[in-house]
């Protein structure tokens, strides 16, 4: 059971707008900023995007990132089949001794 | 070259003990925070622990606390997870990621090692 709460799976096709869920609470997306990795099957996890709404050089501004209250979400517009992969949304929860959390992932399929 | 490197990982007997290790190179290993994340096979990212720069502040997950400790060795630009009273639930590809001080993000990632527990 994660802290952190995505939907298993999101489906899209070629050129849509897809938006994947990230729901927590007060003590990490409610009060600290909200990561997203992107990961392939055997491969290392990526940052997407970072402190919220922020992308590293080099990640399409095709993907976007959001965050109302408690809850946050990664955008990808003008999708394509090389955006099939896994998502995962991350932040710091500050509850008792504090520590990182992930949500469950969402396995990204492209139609 | 690959800037981390995990190493460590094996088939271990429910109750015993494993310590994976991470070396690092292509940037200054002591002004970042290092982390293990895990992923069971077939599940989703979990964060294990971290450790300061230094060396001298720690956390762990609940999951882990009192059985598995984080430490590096800065002068071999080397991260530590030992892992003691290893349990089936603890299998999982063990991940060392290091975290950008400015974004704060996990910015890059080892290969993973493969950690199994089973009798």
């Known amino acids: 059971q994660s802290v952190l709460t995505q939907p298993p799976s999101a489906s899209g096709t070629p050129g849509q707008r897809v938006t994947i869920s990230c729901s927590g609470s007060s003590s990490n997306i409610g009060r600290k900023f909200v990561y997203w990795y992107q990961q392939f099957p055997g491969t290392a996890p990526k940052v997407l995007i970072y402190k919220t709404d922020q992308r590293p050089s080099g990640v399409p501004d095709r993907f976007s990132g959001s965050k109302s209250g408690t809850s946050a979400s990664l955008a990808i517009s003008g999708l394509r089949s090389e955006d099939e992969a896994d998502y995962y949304c991350a932040a710091w929860d500050d509850s008792v001794s504090g520590n990182w959390v992930f949500g469950g992932g969402t396995k990204l399929t492209v139609l | 070259e690959v800037p981390l490197v995990e190493s460590g990982g094996g088939l271990v007997q429910p109750g015993e003990s494993l310590r994976l290790s991470c070396a690092a190179s292509?940037?200054?290993?002591?002004?970042?925070?290092m982390h293990w994340v895990r992923q069971a096979p077939g599940k989703g990212l979990v964060w294990v622990a971290r450790i300061d720069g230094d060396g001298t502040s720690t956390n762990s997950a609940d999951s882990v606390k009192g059985r598995f400790s984080i430490s590096r060795d800065n002068a071999k630009n080397t991260v530590h997870l030992q892992m003691n009273s290893l349990r089936a639930e603890d299998t999982a590809v063990y991940y060392c990621?290091?975290?950008?001080?400015?974004?704060?993000?996990?910015?890059?990632w080892g290969q993973g090692t493969m950690v199994t527990v089973s009798s």
């Open positions: 990621t290091r975290e950008d001080p400015w974004s704060e993000a996990f910015d890059i």
């Open positions: 292509g940037f200054t290993f002591n002004n970042y925070w």
